[in-house]
């Protein structure tokens, strides 16, 4: 199991970007999938989860400017940020609970990082 991130990169302040996380390999099923980010020095947080059961949780600092969705036959996540400051500024990381074809319980795997700065 594999999940590849991707759309990170440079923008201004008031800029969007649209990361997105893809899942593959053996998998039954994917339960939650999540969005992190840790900017230096700091310690990782969480940025938004989606789960079918639950919906979708954003932190307070990310509330309203971005938005979680995933496309289940895709097996992806897609994390639209609009409205960038400056403090977004961080390493993100995507997270999945996933459940392989022939195993009892899910495991919790965790994509690459991808970098986002948000800078004039």
């Known amino acids: 199991v594999q999940l590849q991130a991707s759309g990170g990169g440079l923008v201004q302040p008031g800029g969007s970007l649209r990361l997105s996380c893809a899942a593959s390999g053996i998998i039954f099923s994917i339960g939650a999938m999540s969005w992190y980010r840790q900017a230096p020095e700091k310690q990782r947080e969480l940025v938004a989860r989606?789960?079918?059961?639950?919906?979708?949780t954003y932190a307070s600092s990310v509330k309203g400017r971005f938005t979680l969705s995933r496309d289940n036959t895709k097996r992806t996540a897609y994390l639209q940020m609009n409205s960038l400051k400056a403090e977004d500024t961080a390493t993100y990381y995507c997270?999945?609970?996933?459940?392989?074809?022939?195993?009892?319980?899910?495991?919790?795997?965790w994509g690459h990082g991808t970098l986002v700065t948000v800078s004039s």
């Open positions: 989606i789960t079918s059961r639950e919906g979708t």
């Open positions: 997270n999945a609970e996933i459940l392989q074809h022939g195993m009892r319980y899910s495991e919790n795997y």
